[in-house]
């Protein structure tokens, strides 16, 4: 059993950045491809990015592609999304999910999650 716990959210001006972290426990995290997901109010969830066990595949949505970086620790059991030129639009509720051996885009694919952490980018 797998447990996450997201940090690092908060309220940024647009513009400016954010480095959100999930930390794992109770399981073997190199065993599990890592994936950041957000929702918005009113909105379906929706894909940001994902990460190979060893990070060497990296796949982002392309609303986030070249301004949000994903990165992993397996040494300190962490992922972290690092969030640059952020836009009202990315305001959201963001969650880290684990799925074992290799990831993909679609959240159903994933059987751990954490709480979520609210980023909200005012304009």
């Known amino acids: 059993q797998v447990q996450l716990v997201e940090s690092g959210g908060g309220l940024v001006q647009a513009g400016g950045s954010l480095r959100l972290s999930c930390a794992a426990s109770?399981?073997?995290?190199?065993?599990?491809?890592m994936g950041w997901f957000r929702q918005a109010p009113g909105k379906e969830r929706e894909f940001v990015a994902t990460?190979?066990?060893?990070?060497?595949?990296?796949v982002y949505a392309d609303s986030v592609k070249g301004r949000f970086t994903i990165s992993r620790d397996n040494a300190k059991n962490t992922i972290y999304l690092q969030m640059n030129i952020l836009k009202p639009e990315d305001t959201a509720v963001y969650s880290c999910?684990?799925?074992?051996?290799?990831?993909?885009?679609?959240?159903?694919?994933?059987?751990?999650w954490g709480q979520g952490t609210q980023v909200t980018v005012s304009s």
């Open positions: 999910a684990a799925r074992w051996l290799i990831g993909t885009t679609n959240s159903e694919d994933y059987g751990y």
């Open positions: 109770g399981g073997i995290f190199s065993n599990y491809a």
């Open positions: 990460i190979s066990r060893r990070g060497d595949r990296i």
